[in-house]
């Protein structure tokens, strides 16, 4: 059944920075404000809708509405800027704040397109307001606002007293992490700007990584060129900060974990470069073109060392389309240490009476689209789930593994089989197929129109829903978790209409806990609700969201 207007889918500088100068822009607060800039399938379109508001209600107050919103909030040395543009690094900011006085510490937030600015002083911040309600302040060529943030200080992970205080080792968090994340695709990243020493990746919410440098010099030079700038175009975002300990203990090297100063490292390949807004370019594997093994890299990088000789190319596995006739395993090896890749993940740990392959697809769109869902016959309570390509694969099995649903811990992994055969089927036990195939429906959210406005998040608690009946009410929600026997939400948050005419709904769900709020995602997902005088139902869309809190 056609559903209704299917809308789009689903966080220093040690000691001070010392740069010429641009101007600079801001916004309110990250914590009093909670804007979905960025949820999966339908992020993009919430951050402009935000945007957007803010532009209308700003114009309509005029140019005091800077000075108005300043006196509302107490002076403070920390400045929150907003509507700046994708391309923008921390550099960016530097450079453009550093005429107004010394910059202490910066903390991205680009999904938001904001970003928080400590002076040392408040005078310094004064200065960058009373500047920015007088002229146009642009940084990376776009004019952004600002006003004075709610925190007199932004928290280091560091938690260090001393505001100047950095440390040689930095925390990076890879937000939309569309495809692997290696120690080779960071030594890539990072090694051109600064000599990388270690690597150690870890996912525990999320990806991220902690890189050590030779000096906190060496560290703060990488911050200011990386933080903010995406991996790939369109995702695989760094964020940025300081970390707590200032040395990197590796056991082994691998694709998570790499000690450079080992004596047979010294014949490794070395990448080259990044690019402002994209370090590596367009992944091999983006669904546009042919897919090649190599993927050359630009060299126009402002922060890269000119001194050193570096390789021009750096190999990706082949991956040819999957209709391919040529396409097997040994032709597409992944890095991420599996002997042979697949585009099937086989799901074990899924409650017997609960689980069905609706409730299986549910679960695995946020990270792919979902080709077909089989449960084993031989094995109760585990299924085959085939999706778009491996890297839809690695995604569920990052996210998804290890986590709860209805009491029973999931297990996902790599499946040994190249595609899902629709053999032995039989009824489940709520009575449906336990075959099924979703190639063809609508819900599938990477497809090439939507795969850009996709947020990559971890499960959480709080869940971001959309493409709702714009008369959808909170009991009625309420009144849907208890039909379909799932967790109810605790808080409830609806965005502003992006127009007095907008035909949807949507907001934030807030869950007690993570578990609940993954079983109502699983069970509610994607279920249609009819309204009165309308023949076509609402297809309620769900993802996890990037707030963590209401």
Known sequence: MEEREDRGGGGGGGGGYHRAAKRLRTEEEAGREELEDG????????????????????????????????????????????????????????????KFGNICYVMMMPFKRQALVEFDSVESAERCLSCGTREAV???????????STSQR??????????????????????????PITTDVLYTVCNPVVNVVRIVIFKRNGIQAMVEFESVEDAQKAKLALNGADIYAGCCTLKIEYARPNRLNVVRNDNSSWDYTKPFLLQRERGKGRQRQAILGEHPSNGHGSHYPLLPLPGNCRYRRSSEEVQDMISYPLLLPKTSPSYSSSSSSSFLGHSASSSVAMVSGLHPAKMNCSCIFNLFCLYGNVEKVKFMKSVAGTALVEMGDEYAVDRAVTHLNGIKVFGKKLNVCVSKQQAVIPSQVFELADGSSSYQDFSLTRNNR??????????????????????????????????????????????????????????????????????DAVEALTVLNHHQIRIPNSSNPFTL???FSTSSHL
């Open 39 to 98: 949820e999966q399938d339908s992020a993009g379109e919430e951050a402009a809708r935000s945007g957007g508001t803010e532009s209308r209600s700003r114009k309509s107050r005029g140019t005091k509405d800077g000075v108005e919103d300043s006196h509302c909030i107490p002076p403070s040395p920390v400045v929150h800027v907003r509507g700046l543009c994708d391309a923008v690094v921390e550099a960016d900011l530097v450079e453009a704040l550093d």
């Open 138 to 148: 642009c940084v990376a060529e776009q004019q952004a606002f600002f006003n004075f």
């Open 154 to 179: 932004i928290t280091r992970p560091t938690n260090a007293d001393d505001p100047t205080s950095g440390n040689k080792v930095l925390l990076l968090s890879i937000q939309n992490p569309l495809y």
């Open 446 to 515: 990477f497809s090439s129109a939507q795969s850009s406005r996709n947020i990559i998040q971890p499960p959480a608690a709080v869940l971001h829903f959309y493409n709702a009946p714009p008369t959808l009410s909170q009991h009625q929600l309420h009144k849907l978790c208890t039909e379909r026997n799932v967790p109810a939400f605790t808080k409830f948050k609806v965005f502003d209409a992006k127009s007095a005419s907008s035909k949807t709904l949507s907001g934030l769900l807030e869950f007690d806990s993570k578990t």
């Open 541 to 543: 869309k769900l993802c």
